[in-house]
């Protein structure tokens, strides 16, 4: 590949700073804390774009200019309501900058030269690529009930979907390694055609011909939901966290 | 000890959320990346309260009541001006909700007590305790120059203090383990006598009589100094953070 991705500056917001928002962190799924603790109206106080799990896992949201999709078992996406609930979710002000127009990438060497062209492997930022993918995985976690299932547990649980020359929007996260735990270091992507007849947690992807655009935070801002007893007493020294997180929610996961 | 703390209910602020301001990680020491990159300015705006330390570790940091105190390896406390620059520190507004008083206490043995009484060891906390400690054991990192060298090598340059019957205030922040790494796991606390004469990062001690306040904070906003060559360009996966972080800056060093 010798094409190049622009050098990305991040953009000052009217408040001096760059931030992503994150509801709850990954650990608390691995042990199955599943509880709805935030919902989506309180995620669109801060950003207009984003991506979550509903309570008891249930589907793959995804924020679009302000507008909440779930991608549930059947795979169509469906708007959902303001007090939807979710354990996990991430928000932020879309402000960002186009990069490149990029053809026939894989998802791996696409995730890998945005990093390259950021030179932050250090900090958190976002993706965005809209084009037609000639290749799109995805999942889908079927809604559990409570008592819930651990994250590794739940992994047999979900819905997988393929699709070709599908042309939507990539959304993603990417989180240093030194965050592994609180957030899932690497990407976190999701995915929403433009029909809004497919979706997901993108688990493998080869981009046909698309926009890449990315955005670096500057900062982090993590919400606990230290007001839910589940998550308050609950012992997570023994839940082994950045393997289950790993195995089970990397972006390595292919199967 | 049957003498018990009272139920901590955390406040609300004017915004509807408790905020933690943490610039830097404590996986930014281990390497060794000290750059001030931040001020006494800036994480002023983020509250009146806090500890930190300067660059090349240059003391340890302590504001109380908007003022910010710096004791080196003098031991003696100074005020710094807001353009001290710091590679880490943390700030939040002080809304602390009183605990108890205790007597003869050890360092311990009360923070074990003070998570206890909050109930919430997945939560960020400050605590404060004010009064007549009957032995207190500090320490003050020697300021390092550039090229800079790595936490544990640092650990053989540092003053350690001693004193007996020291009356001041004892500050500090209680961290979950899951996000050992982005924060130190457990306590972070710092020392300021009354007088001005005597403090540091507290490395033990024993607490005469004195009063118990803590805050619980449900969100975290982590700066990240995403401008600084040096951070944005290290490549952290060698440096076993989480073990360096522990044998460093732990609360159980007493050596
Ligand atoms: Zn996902
Ligand atoms: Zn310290």
């Given at each position: 590949?010798?094409?190049s991705l622009?050098?990305?500056?991040h953009?000052?917001?009217?408040?001096?700073a760059?931030?992503?928002?994150?509801?709850?962190?990954?650990?608390l799924?691995?042990?199955?804390?599943?509880e709805g603790?935030?919902?989506?109206?309180?995620?669109?106080?801060?950003?207009?774009?984003?991506?979550?799990?509903?309570?008891?896992?249930?589907?793959?949201?995804i924020?679009?200019?302000?507008?909440a999709?779930?991608?549930?078992?059947?795979?169509?996406a469906e708007?959902?309501?303001?007090?939807?609930?979710?354990?996990?979710?991430n928000?932020?002000?879309?402000a960002?900058?186009?990069?490149?127009?990029?053809?026939d990438?894989?998802?791996?060497?696409?995730?890998?030269?945005?990093?390259?062209?950021?030179?932050?492997?250090?900090?958190?930022?976002?993706?965005?690529?809209?084009?037609?993918?000639s290749?799109?995985?995805?999942?889908?976690?079927?809604?559990?009930?409570?008592?819930?299932?651990?994250?590794?547990?739940?992994?047999?649980r979900?819905?997988?979907?393929?699709?070709?020359?599908?042309?939507?929007?990539?959304?993603?996260?990417?989180?240093?390694?030194?965050?592994?735990?609180?957030a899932?270091?690497?990407?976190?992507?999701?995915?929403?055609?433009?029909d809004?007849t497919f979706g997901?947690?993108v688990?493998?992807?080869?981009?046909?011909?698309?926009?890449?655009?990315?955005?670096?935070?500057?900062?982090?801002?993590?919400?606990?939901?230290?007001?839910?007893p589940?998550?308050?007493?609950?012992?997570?020294?023994?839940?082994?966290?950045?393997?289950?997180?790993t195995?089970?929610?990397?972006?390595?996961?292919?199967?």
């Open positions: 590949m010798t094409q622009a050098k990305n500056i953009p000052i917001t009217e408040h001096g760059n931030v992503l928002y994150q509801h709850g962190t990954l650990a799924l691995v042990p199955g804390l599943l603790t935030t919902t989506i109206g309180e995620l669109l106080k801060h950003g207009d774009t984003g991506i979550g799990t509903g309570e008891g896992l249930d589907g793959e949201l924020i679009l200019n302000g507008v999709y779930k991608v549930g078992q059947s795979g169509v708007q959902v309501p303001d007090d939807f609930t979710m354990p996990f979710a928000s932020h002000r879309a960002f900058q186009y990069q490149c127009e990029r053809n990438i894989g998802l791996e060497e696409l995730n890998d030269r945005i990093v390259e062209a950021n030179g932050r492997a250090n900090t958190f930022f976002s993706v965005k690529v809209h084009g037609t993918f290749f799109m995985k995805t999942r889908a976690v079927i809604k559990q009930q409570a008592p819930y299932p651990t994250l590794l547990e739940v992994a047999d979900q819905a997988i979907f393929l699709r070709h020359d599908v042309t939507g929007t990539m959304l993603g996260y990417f989180s240093p390694v030194m965050f592994h735990g609180a899932v270091a690497g990407f976190h992507e999701h995915f929403l055609s433009d809004h997901g947690h688990l493998d992807a080869v981009l046909g011909h698309g926009e890449i655009y990315s955005q670096v935070f500057d900062t982090l801002v993590t919400h606990l939901p230290v007001d839910d589940g998550y308050r007493n609950h012992d997570f020294s023994q839940d082994n966290i950045a393997e289950a997180i195995s089970a929610e990397g972006d390595t996961r292919t199967d």
